[in-house]
């Protein structure tokens, strides 16, 4: 909590016109029970109306008073909680945009949306409460004491007892609450992360006719999610009956006292009433305590949520020993690259060497897992490899920024991402000041100008989120369209064709020459192979061939089964679900275990 200091401090003025304001309307209540103290003794005791009338006008006045100070309190408190809780989101969005795929492999996408919404809203609303109740209460419970052993001490000795008390009792309360409140606000994380899995496969749920599994799947999150909340709901309002048991047997005591002191001429009527009316209104304001311990224990697990990820380190970097921002040519070299996720011992690549030349086409072929789009990624520098080195245009990768360097680079991932907006929208995503014509250039190459221009509203049609409303050929060509638009001196397609037919993709990859870059495609096709300088052949994380086409015939056995297959039964394989590229690396790999095991 005390991290969200730095957050208050351009607020200070603010905080304290409102803390000034809270305690004028604190002094206003406090003084009210000396009054009727007043009124009482000197007036309705004493049989004399004239302190009754002076006295109560001046109440009525303070109560306006107290009232327009109790007004601009709120003002003041609602625009620094909503003003801190802009920028607390502000900055966690912007955090999280600066992650590396390996920063985001450690949050989920569910947890960082609750720290966006929930946990904010709930920093929100605890500096609200702090401002408007919190610090009030507390300043009740504090002044309350000190006014009653003003006007009584005798009488006010009770409260030295029971208050201490249920201040011991709170605390311990507030730390066992937040480790509750920490636990409801990750079974939270549990909850929304099942939503937003069934939001994004809804299609995929119902092919499947899973919506019941999932059904039960989510009631059993929402359960736990009840459960928790429940008991932690259970804990803290257990608080309200014993501060009430506490100060009721505190009320006993001042009435016993208070008898006790005007029997012997220690104390007047008045002043009774007067402590009896603090002590009240400070078992009041204890009360109050349960609600704001639950806040601030919610407040507490939330702002650590919150900063966990502030202050998370992020995995790229800028080398010290940066080039100045400079075009790249197209040049790719990789020397002895191995990579593997999150630290793991396998390891996705292993002594990767290759090398592509300035504006040539390179086509990767592998199984599922062979470290297809891992070589893409790295090449993209979304991650960092951990042994090796990846030289582009004869400099270390990490000497280019990384401005400099991703604004020449056009990546087309595997898992298709449209964001919600126009045709126009989309496609200038990566160049927000492209005119039309360049897009139509961009549409044009990617094969899907004809059909953009078919449409009512042409490049102002709205495209629904993540192009729902498109199919999956349409979105492919629409996301290499917005890596075209950039010109990019590399161009990195991760089997961003597989959706469409022979002759669109091979005037896709005709179109793709005249824009002069390094173009890396992933694919299964060797019908796509063919029209490359170089192919790659992956196996299990290293490379089991390189070279032309022609080369890989005559020297690789498997991709010479791969082209006969495809050549055969025509592409796609209509006779097999699997990839005829993952069934023959598949039977390598059977077979290399047979012999080993044979051994």
Not at 103 to 120: E, I
Not at 215 to 244: H, K, S, W
Request: proline residues 2%; charged residues 20%.
């Amino acid at each position: 909590m005390r991290k969200l200091l730095t957050y208050l401090r351009p607020y200070t003025i603010v905080i304290v016109a409102a803390l000034v304001m809270m305690f004028i309307e604190l002094a206003i209540e406090l003084a009210q029970p000396l009054i009727i103290s007043i009124i009482i003794d000197e007036g309705i005791i004493a049989g004399d109306s004239d302190p009754v009338w002076r006295w109560g006008l001046l109440m009525i006045g303070l109560s306006f008073i107290s009232l327009v100070a109790g007004v601009f309190n709120s003002f003041f408190a609602a625009h620094v909680s909503q003003s801190v809780g802009w920028q607390i989101r502000d900055d966690l969005f912007a955090k999280i945009q600066q992650f590396s795929f390996a920063n985001l492999s450690v949050f989920s996408n569910a947890s960082l949306t609750t720290r966006l919404t929930n946990d904010v809203t709930q920093i929100q609303n605890t500096l609200l409460m702090s401002m408007r109740i919190m610090a009030r209460a507390l300043a009740l419970v504090i002044g309350g004491v000190v006014m009653a052993f003003v006007i009584n001490w005798r009488i006010a000795i009770v409260l030295l007892v029971t208050v201490p008390i249920l201040f011991v009792f709170l605390v311990w309360l507030f730390v066992r609450a937040g480790r509750l409140f920490r636990g409801v606000q990750k079974q939270l994380d549990v909850l929304n992360g099942i939503v937003h899995e069934n939001l994004t496969a809804v299609r995929l749920v119902k092919a499947f006719v899973r919506r019941k599994f999932e059904g039960e799947r989510f009631q059993r999150a929402a359960e736990q999610l009840r459960d928790r909340t429940t008991f932690a709901f259970r804990y803290v309002e257990v608080t309200m009956p014993v501060i009430l048991l506490l100060m009721n047997i505190g009320i006993i005591g001042v009435l016993w006292l208070g008898n006790v002191n005007i029997n012997t001429g220690n104390a007047t009527t008045g002043e009774v009433v007067a402590i009896i009316n603090y002590s009240t209104r400070t078992a009041m304001a204890l009360g109050v305590f349960s609600m704001i311990i639950m806040n601030l224990s919610r407040a507490k697990a939330s702002s650590d949520r919150i900063f966990e990820v502030l202050e998370s380190k992020v995995d790229e970097f800028e080398n010290d020993k940066r080039v100045d921002d400079k075009a790249i040519v197209g040049d790719i070299r990789m020397a002895n690259v191995s990579f593997s996720y999150n630290s793991s011992p396998n390891q996705v690549l292993r002594n990767i060497d290759l090398s592509f030349e300035p504006k040539s086409s390179v086509a990767i072929l592998g199984a599922t897992g062979s470290g297809k789009t891992t070589l893409m990624q790295l090449i993209a520098r979304l991650y960092e490899p951990d042994d090796g080195q990846i030289y582009i245009d004869q400099s270390s990768i990490d000497t280019y920024p990384l401005k400099n360097y991703r604004e020449q680079i056009g990546y087309v991932p595997q898992a298709v991402t449209l964001l919600s907006g126009t045709i126009r929208d989309v496609v200038s995503f990566g160049h927000k000041h492209a005119d039309d014509e360049q897009i139509a250039k961009a549409l044009q190459a990617a094969q899907i100008y004809e059909t953009v221009i078919g449409l009512p509203e042409g490049l102002d049609t709205l495209i629904g989120q993540r192009g729902v409303n498109l199919s999956g050929g349409q979105k492919q060509r629409l996301t290499i369209a917005r890596a075209l638009l950039r010109k990019p001196s590399i161009l990195l397609l991760d089997d961003s064709t597989s959706a469409l037919d022979a002759t669109t993709e091979m005037n896709l990859l005709k179109a793709i020459e005249a824009y002069g870059c390094t173009t890396v495609i992933v694919t299964q096709k060797v019908s796509t192979t063919k029209a490359m300088d170089q192919v790659i052949l992956l196996n299990n994380g290293e490379i089991e061939s390189s070279g032309t086409h022609e080369d890989l015939l005559n020297r690789s056995a498997i991709y010479r089964e791969i082209y006969e297959s495809q050549h055969e039964r025509g592409i796609p394989n209509e006779k097999s679900n699997e990839s005829p590229i993952l069934l023959r690396l598949e039977k390598v790999k059977s077979d290399a275990r047979s012999k080993q095991a044979s051994r």
